[in-house]
């Protein structure tokens, strides 16, 4: 994905739409992850799909392109203001199926970046823009 974000950052519209396709599944799945409801996670994903493509140049390749990407998002999805479906799960008793939007935005976070999505402590810090202990602890 690397070779796509270098080639669309140098004006090469194809590589900027097969990109743009290969982050739209991840994407949304951080987002539904972190936002709960399908609806609110196609917003949320486009709200940081347009980001991310409109921030591209800002890649400098000291990192690996999948952490600018998760950073990015990550800083987007924090940024977002609550939906319905997040507010409503820490306002009172729930299902289990709730108990990741009842943590804090930050523990959600570290939660999804570690458990669910596989990162290491030393990426999921880096991409969460914290210390590795602090990331752990999540």
Known sequence: MTDLALAAQGGDRPALAELSRELQRPVYRLALRF???????????????????????????????????????????????????????TEGPTGTEDALLRMSRERRVAYILSDLLGFTVADGAEIGATDQATFHRG
Not at 68 to 81: D, F, G, K, P
Request: net charge negative; aromatic share 8%; glycine share 6%.
């Open 35 to 89: 936002g709960g409801h399908p609806s609110d996670a196609e917003d949320i994903a486009l709200e940081v799909m347009l980001r991310l493509l409109t921030t591209l140049e800002t890649y400098d390749g000291r990192s690996r392109f999948t952490l600018w990407v998760y950073a990015n998002a990550v800083r987007q999805l924090l940024r977002t203001e609550p939906r319905a479906t997040e507010v409503a799960a």
